[in-house]
Structures are given as structure tokens and as C-alpha cells.
């Protein structure tokens, strides 16, 4: 949990609890065998949009590169406007030793966007349409003898009216190999995909069905052996199945033996069987092996009643993921897939909303093993609906998407869209005469596919009646609204919607902005009365549009949502909008460019206070986080201001420069932070806060701040200074303030800052879309910086803003 280093933290070394083949097309990546060989070391990368392989291969720009890769990785938030969207080449020189005539070998990608063609030793072995979702390819035929092969993959990005996601949603859609390439190893006659299926589950009894696929060159006899053990290792089921394998593919089936008192898998136990499923040949002798662990446990919407794991109430606590990160984008490894589900269940949070599209299969390895329900999305986000292509590419990439990830257990919803009719890119394609008979058609599917999840939509209300569950658009006091409409709202939709679920609130906050008055409940006059957002945000008068984005808002707001949610009887529950900042085309005038900055994290993942806010309500690891770290500087009257705590514990006592303000009973309904609020009189100067949070028989937890206060009120801006600090990590900061003729930092003081390096030593960490990694970023609270990795030699950093026609800083 990414606490303050004073509280104890514990980090959780979770059990594992389900670890599911990955379905990609018609196969099954074997996670838990020795066939399938991770190859995203070794790979060359040209930026060139060349349609043919003859030239690919004359080319001499090749660079040097590992997988993941995308080559927006910075460009989507750097200062030229637009982002890369092109045709780019990878290859590899593959090695693979020891080849058999006994084997079949198939190249396995999670992910390339959003097209792809696939050349193994000048042959084309693939052309895959659709991103986010993994394909593989046969290439045994392909292959030379001598083990030494060359590969070499098209990727693009370029614009595509007839792919989902629509060109109009608000993130951006990488182009590259984003994810994991893999080498499967594999038997003349394999097991190619497994599907397990749990018909019926209750306290008492388990029943488990087998759906196994296989290829076969030749006909002749095997055996499958099956073996399900429990989450201890205990053997509990244990069965042959003789077949007669038929020359090309072939599906078999057989319910596994009853599992009587199955440990549940739920977000408090997410406890798994393991699967071992075997194919011997027909002299016994075992030519694969498949480990598919199982999660038993069933899900429910009831009417006017709520959300349901395993028969009992579960309130969604949630928030949502995109797939990107600061530097990197969507190629993200593993290590940071697994990072953010972390802090994500760190935070106590129960479900994650996935938008828009099918992510990386570490997340929902993640989301299997920690215990979170999952929204698994289709990618129409946007744009509304198209002709005979498009629709042929949806329907497609629904099918896949569900196909590959229906065994995990943390799925319960496949939704089947979002906000479909806005911005349509077809010329009338956001007919709801058009959308609705499309969405009864992919709810079909979804239900023929798979019955036992729950299928939802979210923003599109001619559909309400088409899915299991639905959302509509409730933005309280962001986009429409005061947040203190929010109790009314969810309310007057539970009455519309039986099966109502909320998705998508909050407030964008900028890093270390803040305010001494935030807007209250009551909302900001003159706003939109209406709590949905606008198509057109121009036209309205809201928070969104026409504040200036402190994090003491978006504290208050998540604080308000979250109590209401938690005391509001029969609520299926919420998730909030998002957890990480993410980047978006939509945005360039935001106070990070291009940076939808709703998120509780920043794009590198360190929390914001609005973090704490949720963790003070729902995480079980004792902490306190008095509001803020990053609100350094305050002024005001002698007698103070108010400081709140968010603590999780009983109480909390909080002390400034070593003496006792008392000691508060915290009450989680009351407004704001559960009552943990002290009118704090600092002195002139410097100041020492720090809280002691206390619970009987559980370790104090312990936080600390410093904060520079005022007596009284700053003047107006008389400079900028520029200052350098060493960092840690062996960089430096570059840091600007706006003083004023007394040495003051001036708090109201936003202007958007240039920083720039006047020569070629050295390096601004720049294009990462973060409060330390953009050399274009308004101030917050008179303060900007930006991290610097020094070179050979001393250079000279410059800051300039609008009014400011240059300062400049020496640094060695």
C-alpha cells in the first residue's frame, strides 16, 4: 500500500488463486507449461510505414528493442499536437534449438495494435484485424530446419473508422506490439483450448464441466486425464476419458465429479482449485500437460435489490483501469500490470471496471488472485454504429473477447458498450433505430456465448432494457450538479432501473493545487442543474469546466459519493472515474497537456490525497493520512485553519510541533472525514503535523507533514525562483516558485510554465504526462518542477509562462 514510511505497512503476499489458460482465438496458452517460451527479448523496430516486406527487410533504420513496445510511448503527450498513428515493422531472429518433426510450433501474441500482418522466413503466416486481444499462428510448416528463422511483424495503428474503439473516445489508442510474444511448443495432436464451466454451485455442492478442444494430424486413440485439486493441494476429483482422436479439430466434454463444500472464491477468499488436464498418447505416455486452476462461485443482479457473490450482498466498491503508464504507454510489463491491481486492492476496493477494451491477461491473472470482480468492456466506445465491415469486426472481436477470457472467475459482466451513440463517426450511426437492434444482437451472442455472467451497457438509455444491468451517467458535481445531488440521483435511478450499477463519478484534481475555500456540496452557482454530462461541455457551466481542478474538491467530492454509497440500502454500488491519470487527444488544454487527471494515482502511480479518501473508508491495513503532503504552504489567521485526517482507525490524535490538539472518535458517515477535523493554530513559519491513529489491540498508525504557514495573507507575484534539489534517485529537481516581495509563495498563482534545457548535456524527464515529467504544466499553488538527469557538463535550465520572459538556473 503506498503509505507514508511512518505506518506500518503490510505488504501482502497473496495466495494464489487462479491462474486460467488465456483463450486467444481458438487456443489456450499454457501459463503452467513448459511449451510456451516467452520471446520479447532480441527484436529490432523500424519506424516505417513501408506496406511490403521486400522493402521492410531493405530498410537500415533498424533500432534495437524489447517487447512490450509501442512507438506512442511519449508522443501522446508531448507539446506537438496529434500522435503517431502508422504502420511500423518488428522482427526477430529466431532460434530454436533442438527442433523435432515430433512437435508443432505456433507463434502466440496478447496483443498488437490494432492490425497485423505476421512474415515467418519471407512467408506471410497471418493477417490479424482488432486490438487488444491476443491471435495466434501455426508456423510449423513455415519454419527451417536448421532452427534459425527470421520473423517480422506490421504493425498499425492508422486510422480505421471500421475498428472499435472509435477515433473519438477519450484515450488514446496505441499502435505496436503491446504486450507479450510467445513460442509454443507443442505435440502432433494437442489439447488447443479448454473451457470450464461451473452449471451449478451453492454452499454445499459444486459441479464442474469440461469443454476440451483438440487438433489432431493423424487418427488414433488417447486419453485425457483430468485431476482437480483443492486450494490446499488436496486431490479431489480424479477421472480418465478414453477418445478417439479424428484427424483435424475435434471437442470432447465430461463433468468432473461433484466437489461437495467448495471453498468459494470471492473478493475476502478468492480461493481456487487447481486443474491438471493431460493428453497421453496411446501408449500412455503424456505428450501436454494444462494446470487451469477454477474458481467456484456464482453471481447475481436482483431487482431493487443489488449486486450478489455467492447469495450474499456485495457492495461494489470500485474504480476503473486504463492500460498505460508514464514513459512507457500500453506497453506495459507485467511487473506494472500487477502494480496497479495491487494498489487497487491496497486501496480496499472490491471491482474494477476495465474501459474501455479487453486488457493485458496479467490483470486479470491479477484480478483472479487478489479478489476482484471484473467489468470486462467491448470497445465500442464511442462512435456509433457502421456498415457490414464494422459490424462484421465487432461482433468478431465480442466473440474473441469472451472466448478468451470467459474462464476467469473475477469476470461478472461483459458490458457491450459505452457511451455508444456520442460522436458518431458514420453519418447517422447514432440512430438509436439503428444501435438498439445491433445491441440486441451482441446481447445474444454475449447470453449464447456465456449465460452465466451478467451483461450490461453504460450511457446508452435506449438499451436500459436490452442488458442485465445497466448505468447511466451521473457526474454529481463534476459535469452537471452539486456532489451533495448525489444521494437524490442514485436514487431516482434505482426507481428507473432495477438493476441499476453506478459507473463513472469524481472530480480531475492537479497535483499539490489547493484551496482553502474548495466549492461545498451545494455545487457551484450558475452550474448545470443536471447531473449527466453534456456532449457539448462548451455550452454548460460546470465544476469541470470553470474550476481550477484543487485537490481539496475532489477529496470532499469521493469523500461525500463514498458515504452515500456505503448507507444507501439495496445500492448494487459505484466505481469511480479512474484510478490512474491517463492521456488523452481530448485534452491539450488540461494543466498536464493532454492528461485526463481524474485519476487517484498519477500516471507513475504515486497516490494522490484523494487516495486516502477511499482507503479511509475501505481498506483493512491501519493507516491515517492527515490532508496534505502536498499542500506545503498555507496562510491565514492567527487562530488557524482546519485540518482533516483520513484515518481508518477508531480514532486518531493529532499534534502540531509536538503538543497534543486532542484526540477525536472517528464516525465513517460523517462529512468530512469521518469527523477527524482540528482547527489547527500554526505559528508563523514552520510546522511539525502528525497524527497517531489508534484501534484496540492493532498497531498505531502513525503520519507526518510539514507545512510553511502565513500569518495573514501573501502579496501579489514578484518573481520566479528557480532552485535545484538532488533527488534520491541520483536526479535532480529543477523547482519554480512564484514569491512575492517578501519572500512569500504566492497560492493563487496557476500560470501554465515552460521549463527548457539550453544545451545538450543533460536531460528534462519530459512527455511523461506527470506532475515531475512535464516540461509544459500549469503551476499548482505557485510551485512547478520537472526532474533532470545531468550530463557530461553543466547546463543552464530556463523557465518561462505568458508574463515571464525567461529565468535561468546553472546545474551541474
Known sequence: MFFNSDNKIVKKLCVLTFLIGSLFNNTLLAQESDSSQLINQDWSYLESNVEDLTSAKKATAWVKTSLPHTWNATDTVDSTPGYRRDASWYKKQLIIKDMSPNNRYKLYFEGVNMQAEVFVNGQKAITHIGGYLGF?????????????????VRASNEYNPNLIPSQKSDFFIHGGITRDVWLKTLPLNYIDYIQVDTPTVNDDIAKTSVKTELNALSAQSATLVYKLFDP????????????????????????????????????DAPNLYQLIVSLLNNNNQVMQTINTPVGFRWFEMRANKGFFVNGKKMLIRGTHRHEEHAGIGAAMPNELHRQDMQQIKDMGANFVRLGHYPQDPEVYKAANELGLVIWDELPWCRGGMGGEEWQANTQSLLERQIKQNRNHPSIAFWSLGNEMYWEEDFPGGGDAEKITPYLVKLNKIAKQADPSRITTIRKYYPGAEVVDAFSPSIWAGWYGGAYGQYAKAIESSMEKYPTFL????????????????????????????????AMNQAVVQSVAKDSDWNENYAVDLFDWHTIVAETTANFAGNAQWAFKDFGTPLRPENPIPYMNQKGLVDRNGKPKDAYYVFASHWSKTPFCYIESETWTHRNGPKEGRDVSVYCNTESAELFLNGNSLGEKQRNATTFPAGGLVWKVPFVQGDNTLSVVGRTPNVEDAK?????????????????????????????????????????????????RSYFFNMTSHGKLIENQGTPTGSSIIEMASGYAAIEFVSGAKPTTIEYRNQNVKGVYIDVK
Request: net charge negative; no cysteine.
Open 232 to 267: 490446499a493441494g488436496n486431490k479431489v476429483s480424479s477421472q480418465h476419458q478414453t477418445i478417439k482422436l479424428q484427424e483435424g479439430s475435434q471437442t470432447v466434454e465430461l463433468a468432473l465429479t461433484d466437489v461437495k463444500q467448495p471453498l468459494l472464491w470471492s473478493p
Open 703 to 751: 503520519h507526518q507533514i510539514s507545512v510553511n504557514y502565513l500569518i495573514g495573507e501573501h502579496g501579489k507575484v514578484d518573481k520566479i525562483a528557480l532552485s535545484v534539489k538532488k533527488l534520491a534517485n541520483g536526479n535532480q529537481l529543477i523547482e519554480a516558485q512564484a514569491i512575492d516581495e517578501n519572500g512569500n509563495r504566492v497560492l493563487d498563482y496557476n500560470k
Open 136 to 152: 495466434e499462428v501455426e508456423v510449423t510448416e513455415l519454419l527451417n530446419k536448421s532452427g534459425n528463422n527470421e520473423i517480422y
Open 502 to 533: 453506478h459507473m463513472e463519478y469524481g472530480a480531475s484534481s492537479h497535483v499539490g493545487r489547493h484551496t482553502e475555500t474548495p466549492i461545498t456540496k451545494e455545487g457551484m452557482q450558475g452550474a448545470q442543474v443536471s447531473v449527466a454530462e
